[in-house]
């Protein structure tokens, strides 16, 4: 394990999430409103899929499991990411105590990590079906003896490991060697199982291929949306043409971690034809019902 060796210095007790550190305050509560918004939808969008699994038992098959493991998986992700961002500009309350940031810091990449697997296993899927028919940096040890500022929405490795007291650049290397091996590696897959489904569709009937092709092409976008924003703020230190400044570096890591939990639940919903056929079988029977009674009173 590498230690520091930094002698005479008093270990910082907590950590303060600036969040976008050059918007003003008169935009605090229209900020917090709009996190608050995402994460209310995106956990009851999610809640709505996972409850929908859980009662129909003709939806409990192998693609089925898969989104709702990625619907807990960004149930989870914005649940450690956006409650103390809300809070940081609704009660200006950005504090984090030391082991607090680092378990958020965890929990961050693990569900980051989660969801890129999940998207390669949902991939691995795709694959099968239409060609074949028939790591974190432990910060616990590191001192952290001066800044505790933290120009992010959250604390993730590289925001903290630039708060460390000495030359990091080494486990900078290691995060990002992490980092690129978990995202690109299912990505790598993920292009190959892409490549196959088009040559393989050329084949198919007009109306299959057009089937098949809206399928992929609504996943290809979320996965775009999940793994090239990444790229650009994971390498932005490697690359001295190639600047963000905090607001930017901030908006993009919001972007990509934030927008597919928000939008996954209603693409799966309206774009699986099962899922939407309980939701009209749901609805008629309702509409039964209240005739029932009506007509009874």
Request: aromatic share 18%; net charge positive; glycine share 4%.
């Amino acid at each position: 394990m590498l230690m520091f060796q930094v002698e005479n210095y008093t270990r910082v007790s907590e950590f303060v999430i600036v969040g976008f550190p050059s918007l003003q305050s008169e935009y605090f509560h229209l900020v917090a409103w709009f996190f608050f918004i995402l994460y209310v939808t995106t956990v009851v969008g999610n809640v709505l899929l996972v409850m929908v699994f859980a009662l129909e038992r003709s939806l409990q098959k192998p693609m089925y499991i898969t989104m709702v493991s990625l619907a807990l998986s960004d149930i989870g992700f914005t649940t450690v990411a956006l409650p103390k961002l809300i809070a940081r500009y609704w009660w200006n309350d950005g504090s984090l105590g030391f082991h607090t940031c680092l378990f958020q810091e965890h929990m961050i990449h693990y569900f980051g990590s989660l969801n890129s697997l999940i998207l390669f296993t949902m991939a691995l899927d795709r694959y099968v079906a239409i060609c074949f028919p028939f790591y974190t940096v432990n910060l616990t040890m590191m001192p952290f003896c001066g800044p505790n500022t933290i120009i992010q929405a959250f604390c993730d490795t590289l925001s903290l490991i630039s708060l460390v007291c000495g030359d990091t650049s080494r486990h900078y290397n290691t995060a990002f060697a992490a980092a690129m091996f978990v995202l690109y590696v299912p990505l790598a897959f993920i292009i190959f199982s892409y490549i196959c489904i088009i040559i393989s569709i050329f084949c198919c009937s007009p109306q299959g291929r057009k089937k098949t092709f809206s399928t992929c092409a609504t996943q290809g976008c979320i996965i775009s949306i999940y793994y090239i924003p990444r790229f650009f703020v994971y390498s932005t230190p490697y690359f001295p043409n190639l600047t963000l400044t905090p607001d930017k570096r901030i908006a993009t890591t919001l972007f990509y971690s934030l927008f597919p939990p928000l939008i996954n639940p209603f693409i799966y919903c309206l774009r699986t034809k099962e899922i939407k056929e309980i939701f009209r079988q749901k609805i008629y029977t309702q509409k039964y019902l209240r005739a029932c009674i009506t007509a009874q009173v």
